[in-house]
């Protein structure tokens, strides 16, 4: 799954894999830009924001 600004400038790819004994979460942070330009700062704290909140979800184990 993704998260990403509108026009592509920072993104987030998110992959929760179960393997085995293990669960991994795997987060891929994209910046394609070494400036962001103050016009993109509430856009791209929202985006932080939303990473945090992904980032705290929590996984449900179930037994089968």
């Known amino acids: 799954t993704t998260l990403?600004?509108?026009?592509?400038?920072?993104?987030?790819?998110?992959n929760i894999?179960?393997?085995?004994n293990r669960i991994q979460f795997l987060?891929?942070?994209?910046?394609?830009?070494?400036?962001?330009?103050?016009e993109y700062y509430s856009e791209l704290?929202?985006?932080f924001n939303d990473i945090i909140k992904k980032e705290n979800e929590k996984i449900?184990?179930?037994k089968i």
């Not at 990403?4 to 998110?14: A, E």
């Not at 894999?17 to 085995?20: D, G, I, P």
């Not at 987060?27 to 103050?38: D, G, H, Q």
């Open 27 to 38: 987060l891929k942070l994209n910046v394609n830009s070494a400036i962001i330009s103050p």
């Open 4 to 14: 990403q600004m509108k026009d592509g400038l920072v993104s987030l790819n998110y």
């Open 45 to 47: 704290k929202s985006l």
């Open 60 to 62: 449900i184990l179930k």
């Open 17 to 20: 894999v179960n393997s085995e």
